[in-house]
């Protein structure tokens, strides 16, 4: 049995930690948590009460009366609002905004951090999100922060949201982009930051394949796994 062990993967929105953390994770058999839609979660079911984005006490008061888990399966995690799926439905910029707003709260970080950290306490894991390496696992094994230029970021999202169907410009994607940059960045608590020991990969100029053996490459050179 190898050790267990936890990869902290950090970067601003649509760096691709996501599509690399899962394709690391499936590589390695270990499990693949996205922090981000936990958030999403909770901006959804403040958006379904129309509370306002900036009301922080209006969003704090939504908090005793859901619940946000995280099941992991074959088909990979799947998150769920007071019970229900709401997986597909956290999948759009309005409630990303929600998220990157409600994210800020104070109580909404506290009552999202018991679950990710007993997560890595009871598996190996490689999470990713904004405060990963520096507030949630300060004792991850392996750290990296994941970025890539706006232009790229808005780029790949452009794509993506355009194959999925969504009606968008990438002068739109490239301005959500940046907001939600500036708000992760700039607020008071857990910003999004690099942690002091996380190694910086700029993926602009790398193909998905590139960024995923990149990460492989480290976690195997900080933990072993993967030899
Ligand atoms: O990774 P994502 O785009 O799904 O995350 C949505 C928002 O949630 C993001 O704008 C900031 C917030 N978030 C956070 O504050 N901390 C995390 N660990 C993950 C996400």
Redesign the pocket.
Known sequence: MTKRFAAALDGP?GAGKSTVAKAAAARLGILYVD???M??AVGLAVLRRGIGEDDAAGIEQVLPEITVTLRHGPDGQRVFLSGEDVSDAIRNDRV?QY??KC?AVPAVRAFLLDAQRALARENSVIMD????GTV?LPDAEVKIFLTASVEARAQRRYHELQERGQDVTLEGVRADIER?DSQ?RNRPI?PLRQAGDAVLLDTSSMTLEASIDAVLRLITEKTGVGQ
């Open positions: 929105s922090t981000g839609a958030y999403r990303a998220a990157s994210s999100g904004r405060d990963i949630v939600r992760d857990a």
